[in-house]
Structures are given as structure tokens and as C-alpha cells.
């Protein structure tokens, strides 16, 4: 009897040691489990799927392709469309501007690099100052001054007949070289060039202008 109860005291104790040991055997694969499922997760996270990458690039450059087409054939057809499409009214007005302001700027750059031509300038002022000294123009306050090539009158009003009175420089101009004036009508303030004869006056091409 004794003999009996020892050896199911014996069986339990083993019984109860394998299944802790089969239990603490199904913690640990569970525990390695949980962290293998983590640490593939957290990879996920840190880097995108390499499909994904990819499928961005691809409609990046897709998109960058069919932007850059079109951009080309664009630029045809503008030049195109510009040359047979009539100018609005104001389309015209903002390139006669365009072209005036740059004309203005090449006429002063251009007499600004000349040097005066002693032989020539100091007759040459003296006929403009003649020349301009008629009544018709004493609305005018006037500066001539003049380099190799062509002679500046700079000028300015107060009395609005002032406004009108500049347009009789070409009239009495006192040799018939190439002219051109700007004025501004909000300062009163406007200059007038004249070409020395056998030079001509620079001109801007249109076609240079980004109009």
C-alpha cells in the first residue's frame, strides 16, 4: 500500500513537472513570437515596401514627362499663335510700352558711353540753342548737350502749353538728322535726341524683346 501511494506521489510530481515545463516551453515561443511579429513591424514602419517606392517614382516621372511635352509643343504653338492671332487693344498698348521703355534705355545708355566731339559739339550746341530759343517754345525750360554721334535736349515744363510745345523740335531741328523724344507727362520732364548727320539713332529689334 505504501508502495502504491509512493509511486502516485512519484507519477503526480512528474505529471506536474512536465507540464510546467511543456507551459513555460509554450510562453517562451509565445513571448518569441510577439517579439519577432514586433520587430517586423517596427521594419515596416521605419522603410516603406520597395513596390511603393517604386510606384512613386514611376508616376513622379510620369508626371514630370507629360508636364514637360507639352510645355515644349507649348512653346511652338505660342510662337505660332503669336504671329497669326490678332493683338487685343491692349495686348497692342502693353507692347508699344514695352517697346518705348526699352528704346528710352537704349537711347540713354547709348549716349551716356559717347565722349564729345570737340571739332563738332560745341557748334552743334550752340545751332540747338538758336534753334529752340524762338518763342514758341518759352513754355520750355531746356539743357542741350552734345556727344560724337548725336545731340540731348533735356527739357522741362510747369505751364501745361509746355505739353504741346516739345512736338515743334522736329520742325526746327537745325539740321535734318534722325530724331526721338519721351516725355512724361505725370513729372513734366522729357528729352530729345537728334542725330548728328551721317550717324543714325540706335534702335531696339522687337524681336529681341520678351514681349
Do not use: H
Amino acid at each position: 500500500m505504501r508502495a502504491w501511494i509512493f509511486r502516485a506521489l512519484v507519477c503526480g510530481i512528474i505529471s506536474v513537472i512536465l507540464c510546467g515545463v511543456v507551459w513555460a516551453r509554450r510562453q517562451n515561443l509565445q513571448v518569441t513570437e510577439l517579439r519577432n511579429e514586433l520587430s517586423a513591424l517596427q521594419r515596416s514602419q521605419r522603410q516603406p515596401p520597395e513596390v511603393v517606392r517604386e510606384l512613386r517614382t514611376i508616376v513622379q516621372q510620369t508626371q514630370t514627362a507629360a508636364l514637360a511635352v507639352p510645355a515644349a509643343a507649348s512653346s511652338d504653338a505660342g510662337q505660332r499663335k503669336a504671329a497669326t492671332t490678332p493683338l487685343t487693344p491692349e495686348e497692342a498698348q502693353y507692347r508699344a510700352e514695352r517697346l518705348a521703355d526699352a528704346q528710352e534705355r537704349l537711347l540713354a545708355d547709348s549716349y551716356a558711353r559717347e565722349s564729345a566731339d570737340p571739332q563738332w559739339s560745341a557748334a552743334a550746341e550752340i545751332q540747338l540753342r538758336t534753334a529752340f530759343s524762338d518763342p514758341s517754345f518759352g513754355a520750355l525750360s531746356m539743357q542741350s548737350e552734345c556727344r560724337t554721334t548725336c545731340c540731348r535736349v533735356s527739357f522741362r515744363y510747369s505751364d501745361p502749353a509746355g505739353a504741346e510745345q516739345w512736338r515743334g523740335f522736329n520742325l526746327r531741328a537745325p539740321w535734318g538728322g534722325a530724331t526721338a523724344a519721351s516725355v512724361n507727362n505725370e513729372t513734366r520732364t522729357g528729352v530729345f535726341y537728334l542725330a548728328r548727320d551721317g550717324y543714325d539713332l540706335p534702335s531696339v529689334d522687337p524681336a529681341t524683346l520678351q514681349l
